[in-house]
């Protein structure tokens, strides 16, 4: 090759050998797809479809911490087993209550946050970067911090209700200083739902902003150009336009949080008694601690069907919604 300068410089000759074969084999059509696909592949085999076949083996056997065997099958009774005792359905229940409420929690504060970030205000990046704080935070540094919070002898929260006539003496209800948060099962079930709500918040919002930044700004001007008000456009134009996000962002915040089992690890423990406990957590206990892994394992799978179901469902609405 030669140059203005009238050098001659050598083209570069093609790879051969072994490269030269794997580079000719990647340019054609569908293997470079294939090589690109193939970790994802592998991460879903090993870690999710070999887990999963081995917990429904451990769920149809006797397999115990101390004979992990899988080898003597029983057939459904460690799931007759799991559902004939009070502490399963307690659980249960438990779950599905605090999922609901989480998720009805989350879409009416995403919705509001959404209105909010989707606006231009002084000092919105800064607002954006706090926001995201819970997701970004390890799940056992907030909870030692929600530890703290609810506290049953040193809350600051509790200082503060004190402070302002609601706990004490003479307070609006009754005279104790403390609520104890966590040691009542009340309290304990909507301290749980906070904290989920708090941590899952951001990634619900983060997928509805998407969507409501998706609506054309054209639709949102003539609605004011005809004299809609807030409310009215956003009931007749912005949550129609977000159905199908919205519906997405219920199915993975309900998936998060039915099978989250940090947060009640961590601050109740299921207690007192059972009052708390959640299947996630009960499944670790009976298939760690107390080392039965075929129950354990049994109430693991116990939701899969339904979970299995409602998202299927979830996605197809989702998807006609968007259709039309």
């Known amino acids: 090759m030669s140059t203005a300068t009238g050098r001659h410089h050598p083209v570069s000759a093609a790879p051969t050998g072994l490269l030269g074969r794997v580079s000719e084999a990647l340019e054609r ?10 970790p994802a592949v592998l991460y879903v085999v090993f870690f999710v479809a070999v887990p999963f076949f081995m917990a429904i083996l451990l769920s149809l056997s006797d397999a115990t911490a101390g004979d992990p065997r899988i080898d003597n099958f029983v057939g459904l009774d460690n799931f007759i087993a799991v559902t004939g ?46 926001f995201m704080m819970p997701w970004a935070m390890p799940v056992s540094l907030a909870a030692i911090t929600w530890l703290w919070l609810l506290d049953s002898q040193f809350s600051p929260i509790d200082w503060i209700l004190v402070q302002i006539g609601i706990l004490g003496p003479d307070g609006i209800f009754g ?48 609605a004011q150009i005809d004299g809609a008000g807030f409310f009215r456009t956003l009931f007749r134009i912005v949550l129609p336009a977000l159905a199908p996000v919205l519906i997405v962002a219920i199915l993975f915040t309900a998936l998060l949080v039915i099978g ?27 298939g760690i601690e107390s080392g039965d892994l075929g129950q354990g394992a049994a109430i693991a799978l116990f939701l899969f069907p339904v979970l299995l179901a409602a998202a299927i469902v979830a996605l197809r609405f989702a998807s006609r919604l968007h259709r039309d």
């Open 175 to 222: 005279p104790s200083r403390h609520v104890y948060y966590l040691g009542r099962t009340g309290w304990g079930m909507a301290s749980a739902v906070f904290v989920d709500a708090w941590r899952t918040l951001p990634l619900a919002t983060i997928i509805v902003l998407a969507g409501r930044l998706s609506i054309p700004r054209e639709r949102l001007e003539q």
């Open 85 to 130: 005792q009070e502490a399963f359905w307690t659980a249960l229940w438990n779950s599905l209550i605090i999922t609901a409420a989480t998720v009805t929690t989350i879409v009416v504060l995403a919705t509001i946050a959404v209105e909010i970030l989707a606006r231009e205000f002084r000092g919105k990046r800064l607002v954006q970067v706090l």
């Open 260 to 286: 989250e089992v940090s947060t009640i690890e961590l601050l109740t423990r299921g207690g007192p008694g059972h009052s708390t406990q959640i299947l996630p957590l009960w499944a670790y206990e009976k």
């Open 29 to 38: 059509p569908g293997v470079l797809g294939l090589v690109m696909l193939a």
